[in-house]
């Protein structure tokens, strides 16, 4: 059993912020896959994601202990729990060596002997060059890039949804289809014709609002958000980035773990409208198997949450895991249900 795998399961309580000017808030901090996962005590709403590696103690032998993320624009956790502070040493020597190629070239004198090397790369193979950084960008920073994209989807005119009681119903979804951290948002406005759930990047995933008024029920949503998923599980959500960045930012995030806002300018609305691919069936009925999802609420619903139902429906009802039975636990009450179907009325 390695360090990470001992540790999973393992939580504790925390103080966070996003900068040292802010106020810090109670958290909850777990492990994730080579991640440290920072969420809202209350919602448990994912706040943050720290590269393991790349978790700084800026005050050794002192408590509390204060951590930072290297690079990570000011954030700052306290914590006071011997087993989680003790944990998160466990794993990080397990982790840190060998240390990741984009953290090596990130130091100076590094990154001007490898720079000729990867330009010819790129001249001569850029998916090679693309490959390359997709392989070495650590999760908090795919987590930041997808927040850059929501963003960006609002610089179109599209808005996030949130309420009181929209937003805990929401995290307790998420909680329930997933084995590890994601974030589900819920946005309105958004530029496409056909409304859909696209993974991002950074585990994030957007749902349509129009898509709550088209279900009929929380396992329906339930189901498009595991073929989401099970998409970006197919292929790299960062490759695509990459593409429509171009060689020269591509060449800067692996050197200088920034990409530049013009590089990200657009793709947002691009990545909305670019056609969708068919999941691969045996993992995404793997998936409904271990949500304890049956796929026949999917299929049964009146409007198609996905647009590939029409090809894979068919295979999805036959396939049902569950046999058309009910989960012994629903996805959620009828109270988070409504609450959720409401998200963006408050």
Not at 87 to 98: D, E
Not at 144 to 153: F, K, S, Y
Not at 199 to 222: K, N, P, Y
Not at 272 to 280: G, M, S, V
Request: one cysteine or more.
């Amino acid at each position: 059993m390695t360090a990470l795998e001992k540790y999973r399961k393992l939580e504790g309580p925390g103080l966070w912020a996003a900068s040292e000017q802010d106020q810090r808030r109670e958290v909850v901090v777990g492990f994730g896959d080579a991640t440290l996962v920072i969420s809202d005590s209350r919602s448990m709403i994912v706040l943050s994601h720290w590269s393991l590696p790349a978790v700084e103690r800026v005050n050794p032998g002192k408590r509390p202990a204060i951590y930072r993320p290297e690079g990570g624009g000011g954030e700052v956790l306290e914590l006071d729990d011997d087993w989680l502070i003790d944990a998160l040493k466990v794993v990080q020597g397990a982790l840190r060596p060998p240390r990741s190629i984009l953290s090596r070239l990130r130091r100076p004198i590094l990154a001007g002997l490898g720079a000729l090397g990867v330009i010819a790369t790129a001249l001569i193979l850029p998916p090679a060059l693309q490959q390359h950084t997709a392989a070495v960008v650590p999760m908090a920073k795919r987590v930041e890039l997808g927040e850059e994209l929501r963003l960006d989807l609002m610089q179109s005119g599209a808005r996030t949804c949130n309420s009181i009681y929209g937003a805990p119903a929401l995290a307790s979804l998420q909680r329930r289809l997933f084995q590890t951290p994601a974030q589900l948002v819920v946005m309105r406005g958004l530029p496409q014709d056909t409304p859909r759930i696209q993974h991002v990047m950074g585990r994030i995933f957007i749902i349509d609002a129009r898509l709550l008024e088209e279900a009929t029920s929380a396992e329906a949503l339930g189901g498009a958000l595991l073929i989401a998923a099970q998409r970006a599980a197919q292929e790299d959500p960062l490759r695509p980035l990459l593409r429509h960045a171009g060689l020269i930012a591509t060449f800067r995030l692996l050197t200088s773990a920034e990409l530049p806002a013009s590089a990200m300018a657009g793709y947002g609305r691009a990545l909305l409208r670019a056609p969708l691919a068919l999941p691969d069936m045996e993992p995404l009925l793997e998936r409904f198997a271990r949500a304890e999802v049956s796929t026949r609420p999917l299929v049964d619903n009146p409007f198609a949450l996905d647009p590939t139902l029409a090809q894979i429906g068919q295979t999805l009802r036959n396939a049902d895991p569950l046999q058309g039975e009910p989960p012994a636990t629903p996805l959620l009450t009828d109270g988070q249900w409504v609450s959720l179907l409401n998200i963006c009325d408050g």
